[in-house]
């Protein structure tokens, strides 16, 4: 299957940046390497001209929560954390995965943060069986985060994700069934739990890209590809 070979190549790509990503090294310095990665190893950057997006992976740092353009400038830290979001395309075929990772020793309320973002997927996982509503998803996302006093980004989703980028359905990370949408066996989607510490109203940018969290607080983000199976979810990007 095109998505577990291009997903396998992701979580691969993942664990190659993680150990570049430390204090001193530039955003640009990231992306440079990704690309090189997936065109070494027969992939095309998803997101590299995707709606005029400029470059290969999103490089997001401390209060961005999203789509951070990987500038030559911006420089990673010690105390800094730093949210990479890459899609591949293998075979015709998009996976989509991210990762937060910290820079050295970090706020003990921020490195909480990262690890209740990427928890928070792993409880989104119980929503998924065949059958059940796509958008209980969101909602085991949003309960996840306010039991631990985090809030999710506002106007921002989880996605289907396949032939297309972004495909159907639109998952909002909210408390209320908004679809009658069932999960079907063979659908595959981007899950990705994007929390926060303080409030989850969001702003972009001035380079129209960069989503950031209004109050400035720090954000996490933490995303795979998983693939809904009879015997339940399949995560197809670690």
């Not at 190659?16 to 530039?26: E, M």
Request: charged share 20%; glycine share 8%; aromatic share 6%.
């Amino acid at each position: 299957m095109a998505m577990q070979a291009g997903g396998a190549l992701l979580a691969e790509l993942h664990s190659t940046l993680q150990a570049v990503c430390i204090a001193g090294v530039t955003a640009a310095e990231l992306d440079a390497i990704a690309h090189a990665f997936i065109v070494d190893h027969g992939g095309t950057p998803s997101f590299l001209g995707y709606q005029g997006f400029p470059n290969t992976i999103c490089v997001s740092k401390n209060d961005e929560i999203v789509h951070g353009i990987p500038y030559s400038d911006k420089i990673m830290y010690p105390g800094d954390i730093c949210s990479i979001d890459i899609g591949i395309c293998y075979d015709g075929y998009h996976v989509d995965a991210a990762r937060t990772w910290c820079i050295g020793d970090v706020d003990p309320n921020v490195a909480d943060l990262v690890q209740h973002t990427e928890a928070a997927f792993f409880e989104a996982m119980s929503a998924i069986r065949v059958g059940r509503k796509v958008d209980g998803i969101g909602c085991a996302i949003f309960k996840f985060a306010r039991e631990h006093q985090l809030t999710t980004a506002k106007h921002l989703c989880s996605h289907g994700v396949g032939e297309c980028l972004h495909e159907d359905p639109l998952i909002p990370h909210q408390r209320t069934m908004r679809s009658n949408r069932r999960l079907v066996e063979g659908m595959t989607i981007a899950i990705e739990p994007m929390l926060n510490l303080g409030c989850p109203d969001t702003v972009t940018d001035t380079d129209k890209w960069t989503i950031r969290t209004k109050d400035r607080a720090w954000s996490a983000h933490y995303e795979n590809t998983v693939l809904v199976t009879a015997n339940g979810p399949q995560i197809l990007t670690l």
